[in-house]
């Protein structure tokens, strides 16, 4: 079976419609517009949002893109709207044939009201009040703020971050570590693996070693 060019394109851009639409749920809808049928334009939908189906008409910017050919091939993250009033993010691609024609248009409208939700949710969650108190808490030791800040002041007289320490100066920096006693809090060595981006047992191997009891 012979197939033309535009017809191959509309078959291999509902493949794209379909992927994206389930790897996009719930919040993009994903639509394919036939350009040649501005009357019956869809030709494929997923994840619908906007209550529309197959055989619907183009849209005003998909009669824009057939009426001019100098009509940009991506028009994207511009203001949109569903029918029942919910905010949009749309994007639409314009698919064009070996001549230079568009012959479809591929669209991703976003759910801003979903996203809106979520973010004010957060927003709410992270708020803090002001206590009416001098004091400050902390839920972190008071003494691994002291192990993280010297070891920070460590890598400092070396122009250099924890992370970029040579093996033999994690090892000295364990040694001072320990030394201060610092070694001994609990959740020490995971600090110091954290801060040196190394193992745990990496850590304890720079331990200075207790001569045994003679």
């Known amino acids: 079976m012979n197939i033309t060019e535009n017809e191959l394109l509309l078959r291999e851009g509902k493949k794209i419609v379909e992927a994206l639409g389930r790897t996009l749920a719930p919040m993009v809808e994903v639509v394919l517009h036939d350009l040649t049928r501005p009357a019956s334009s869809i030709v494929a939908i997923s994840n619908n949002l906007s209550g529309r189906a197959v055989g ?43 001549e230079g024609e568009y012959v479809a248009a591929l669209c991703l409208n976003v759910d801003v009201s979903m996203l809106t939700s979520v973010a004010a949710s957060l927003s709410q969650l992270a708020q803090t009040q002001p206590v009416q108190t001098p004091i400050r808490e902390s839920l972190a030791s008071p003494r691994l703020d002291e192990l993280r800040a010297t070891l920070e002041r460590f890598a400092a007289q070396l122009n250099k971050t ?31 693996a954290s801060m040196l981006g190394v193992a745990r047992p990496t850590v304890y191997s720079y331990l200075p070693q207790k001569d045994p009891s003679p």
């Open 56 to 98: 619907d008409p183009m849209t005003v910017i998909g009669r824009a893109r057939i009426t001019d050919p100098d009509f940009p091939d991506i028009l994207q993250n511009y203001p949109n709207q569903f029918p029942d009033g919910r905010p949009a993010k749309s994007t639409s691609i314009g698919l064009r044939n070996s």
């Open 162 to 192: 924890p992370h970029a320490l040579s093996p033999a100066q994690r090892r000295e920096a364990v040694h001072q570590l320990a030394n201060a006693g610092l070694m001994d809090l609990k959740n020490a060595q995971a600090v110091v």
